[in-house]
């Protein structure tokens, strides 16, 4: 199958400054597109940026975009110096996993605020000079959450069940365009993730312990496998687990028992 060249053509990447975002960034530049890396941590998204560009001679446009400011998105995207023929929604977050019981409002705000209204304002933004070019290209890291629920998973399973249902729903909307649209959902990817979750490093690396999680390499792979489909070709959606996971609450631990939730036999 002829696979499409991405060179020359620039992605715009949320969440640029660490895990999946930056790895993607990486790829779309190892393949000589041109990368609008943006996220809250400008220093971090500048040394990125000068990375790439000497590394692999593409530009690379580090900006100081929250996601969840509608007003600072709708302004950066306006001040674009190029068309973005991708835009990968990646910025995101999972903020504890306190029960709903005992949950704080503020976490909940937040990964709603980020999660679904960040991803829709930025999607909003650009999507309208895709249309008008009747071309581009979107893809949404979802997440298993987005599948599937499990104790403490609450707002965050919702919030990217919401992913994967704006994802859908952007699939009828853009009918009859050329524009496509892929969700990618991971299970458990080492990255930034678990510390912000947990806001304690050490409780994020047990999290990972006696197993081999996927690392943001992996699901950069399978953004850029997407990107890179002949033009007819719309991957709808990619589910994505380390090999020793099953389902976002069956993960096989080294000398761990494999146990029926029904109990033991
Ligand atoms: N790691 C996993 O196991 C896993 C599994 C399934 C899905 N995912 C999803 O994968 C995506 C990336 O997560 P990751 O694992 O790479 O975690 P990460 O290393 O913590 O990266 C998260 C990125 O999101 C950005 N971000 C957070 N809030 C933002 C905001 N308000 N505005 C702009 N950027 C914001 C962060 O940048 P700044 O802090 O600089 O703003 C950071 O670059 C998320 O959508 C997450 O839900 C992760």
Same mark, same amino acid.
């Given at each position: ?5 991405? #060179? ?7 969440? @640029? ?9 990486? !790829? ?15 220093? =971090? ?18 900006? #100081? ?17 190029? !068309?973005?023929? +991708? ?11 306190? %029960?709903? #019981? $005992? ?12 999660? /679904? ?6 999607? =909003? ?32 399973? @919702?919030? %990217? ?9 952007? =699939?009828? $909307? ?18 930034? +993730?678990?510390?912000?979750? +947990?806001? $304690? ?10 197993? !081999?999680?996927?690392?943001?390499? $992996? ?20 589910? /994505?687990?380390? #090999?020793? !996971? ?15 939730? +029904?109990?033991?036999?």
């Amino acid at each position: 199958m002829r696979e499409e060249s991405i #060179q020359g053509k620039t992605a715009f990447i949320t969440g @640029a400054s660490s895990g999946i975002g930056k790895a993607v960034a990486e !790829q779309f530049a190892m393949h000589k597109a041109n990368v609008v890396i943006t996220g809250r941590r400008i220093e =971090r998204l500048e040394a990125f940026a000068k990375e790439l560009e000497q590394k692999y001679k593409v530009k690379a446009l580090p900006i #100081q975009l929250d996601v969840t400011n509608s007003v600072e998105v709708q302004q950066v995207i306006e001040k674009l110096p190029m !068309q973005v023929d +991708f835009l990968i929604n990646n910025a995101g977050l999972a903020l504890s996993t306190d %029960k709903i #019981q $005992d949950g704080s409002i503020k976490n909940w705000e937040m990964m709603i605020d980020t999660n /679904v209204k960040g991803l829709l304002y930025v999607t =909003r933004a650009i999507l309208p000079s895709m249309v008008k070019r009747n071309q581009g290209y979107i893809i949404n890291i979802g997440s298993i959450a987005g599948h599937e629920t499990y104790v403490g998973g609450n707002i965050y399973s @919702a919030t %990217k069940h919401a992913v994967i249902a704006i994802s859908n729903s952007l =699939r009828q $909307d853009l009918l009859g365009t050329m524009i496509r649209v892929s969700t990618i959902s991971p299970g458990a990817v080492e990255t930034e +993730f678990s510390h912000v979750r +947990f806001n $304690d490093k050490e409780k994020a690396k047990q999290l990972y312990k006696g197993f !081999q999680p996927l690392v943001a390499d $992996d699901i950069a792979d399978t953004v850029l496998y997407c990107a890179t489909r002949p033009a007819h070709v719309n991957v709808a959606e990619m589910i /994505v687990f380390p #090999q020793a !996971q099953a389902s976002a609450r069956d993960i096989y631990r080294e000398g761990q028992e494999v146990v029926s939730p +029904f109990g033991k036999k």
